[in-house]
């Protein structure tokens, strides 16, 4: 059920409306019920896979939380090989195909929806049991609301315990503020869904899937990529940030204006934030608080002297990290590359902070410098460019053939998806170019320090209503209608 | 009260929304030939019914089928008419008159296509009377779809100000409220009230021969085909109506092309039809002892490489199929 979808619309109505016409202490029910029936709509037999997840968790918690090591690590390794099996196996058979004499058929399983995403949560949530940072809940039902509480199944935000669990919990009284802002945002995720991201879609389809003979258009390709990317992916996210809004429920932003960072370490701070978080606190802590880590820290201080010495063993938990994220994007090479690269330019820009101070000192550059803050965002946009090369292409071939092919030839075609039909193109190029200007009008707004959210929820109730009604009229005019679904909800 | 007061707004802007829409939908959506189409079958019987696509539309005459059996017939098949479309035309013909047999169209090329927007579909929706069958194809077909899709079907179609005063001046007029069949009269060709599409023999398509396969990638479109294709088939059977299924001729250079892809498809109908007791004709992959096994079709006897027949070849056409039916 996508978020574009009509019945989609009927169930946020359902949901709102009956939210506040239930019972309290029943709302966790009807809240639990209605994302049953969204999964349900995805496929039947997936909701085995979620209820798999959630059971294993939920009682590996409750022994986790009298200290049992061994009730962590069962269902962490139950939950993550099933995600291994489905996800995984295409790759790894193809790795065991490079064994000689080996020819073994390649397997895909139908992927159940958000399963890396649920996975992840119910993961975290059995950790921050085990470590005495929340109480095991005691109620199923409870439980498996916050795993499968539908606004963020499909793509995020990736919910933590402490802060969605006692949220989900309390019975939020009817507030028309809330209403309002949660409309406000769901109107402007589908904005930058169906308005920029779709017609975005429709270049990069056409200039990725045909980049044979497309030779030089890649750096059109990419950064039309990197504006659906981030319309499709933020705009869903606002999506379910608004519904949940709508009922009371705040849940954590995934995006901070990521184009506007600095540094790739700031992008990953503004992109996806509850992944990154999650990495954080479940990955590199415990990487970089081990054993072998520890030892890694003392051999690189002794070797490599103080100040490399201390960035080298962070390098390496970044590399491992971002690998992590490189494989949860996706089974294939290119997705580990793309993590990969991104870990590799953090841990690289890690071992030359003092080089770049000491370079910075004696040009009398400080990081308030105005051209140099702008040449930083620039650089790291053109850094965080190349890496979408990586992730939007079928192979890392294609990757760097595109990328070696972008100097080769005029660099930009509005007409590159139909050169019979300029009025077709212009149609479709003119809402990137004019959501595009909407959208960094607005992002200045926020990195400014403005809410935004706040100061249009503040407008008179007749002005969210012409403005709902003016987005479905632009989107059904100037969206492409043909795209359908998110890109994050294949993960 | 308090609250209501509160989301009046809303309430008032779904309202505006819904007359703004419902405005939008008059001005832009075309009168088409299926209004006529389906005004037909739901106030009229017939003794044999044609359903199906294009092909269908474009090579079975009624008045020559009739001429042949002597049973009334209606060409209710038409282009972007998918299995599932024919499905619930079909439901919607029974709810007043049971045709005594239907003639079911199968252009395996559509079973193949992975269907998105489909305006043809929102717009058969949009003219079938309210009834349980109306319900049942929204919730089935339309219910999940794209919103603008479901709410906005105008914005399928040209929003240019020659196209909308056109059809203002077409929906304000007799031909409108009396489905009249004049404005889709052409010279390339001409819808009659007996739902029969004449393409004119000196019409010419696009005359390159289209490839068609069944793959990996549109293996979900072929099982959701087949899977309303079987339905029509399961309920013609379980309500005693006797279905004749026909795959209409292509031009040979299509079926040479193509020969794997509709050999496949022809065991593919083979297996279906024999399971449900229907008769199938195959004009593209003939049956051993079938008497029009060995006959060729040129060309020049359809108005394009996919197969679309000319009006002359339509008649011949539509004659033997009389024949044989």
Redesign the interface.
Known sequence: ??F???????LIAVCCAGYYLIPARHRHIFLLALSVVYYI?GGPVFLLYLLFAALTTYFGARVAAKGKKAAVAVPLLLDFGVLAVLKYTPLAVSLLNHLPGADFPIVRFALPLGISFYTFQSAGYLLDVYWGRCEAELSFPRYLLFVAFFPQLMQGPIGRYGSLAPQLREAHA?D?AN?RRG?WRIGWGLFKK?VIADNAALYVNRIFDDYASLKSLGIEGVLMYSVQLYMDFSGGIDVALGIAEMIGIHLDENFRQPYFAQTLTDFWHRWHITLGNGMKDYLFYPISLSGWMSRLRKWSRRKLGKEIGRAFPIGVANLIIFFVVGIWHGAEWHFIVYGLYNGLIIAVSGLLTGTFRRWKKSLGITDRTRWFQAFRMLRTFVIVNISWFLDRSGSVRQAFQMFRNSFRGPIFSIHVIDPSSPSYCMSHFLPILAGCAVVLAVSIMKERGTDVLKKVSSL???V???A??GI??I???F?N??V?GFIYANF | MR?FK??L??L???I??LC?NSL?NFLFVPYQFTRVKIHKIETESFDDLILGSSHGSSAMDPDVISGHTGRSCFNAAAGGQFPCDNYYLLLDAMREHAPGRVILEYDPSYFVIRD??NRNARYQLHEMAMSGVKARYFLDQ???????????P???YS?EKSAMENNIRRKTSDIYRSYSVEPFIDSAQACGENGFVAIADESSGERSTPELFFSESNSRAVEENRKYFEKILQFLSESGIEAVVVMTPVPDSTRDKNEAFYLKAHEMMTELAGRYGAKYLDFVVPDEGDSFRGMSWDDELFSDGEGHMRVSTARSFSGLLGSLI
Not at chain 1, 4 to 10: D, I, R
Not at chain 2, 143 to 148: A, C, L, T, V
């Open positions: 059920m996508s574009t979808s009509f019945s989609f619309f009927v709509a009817f028309i209403i409309l169906m008179p109730s007749w969210l209503a012409a709902l009604i479905l009229i989107s059904a005019v969206g209608k043909d359908g | 609250t509160k989301l707004p809303f008032v802007g779904l505006a929304f703004i939008l998105g927007f339309f219910f999940p779809g794209d919103i603008r899709y479901v709410l906005m105008w914005s399928l929003l």
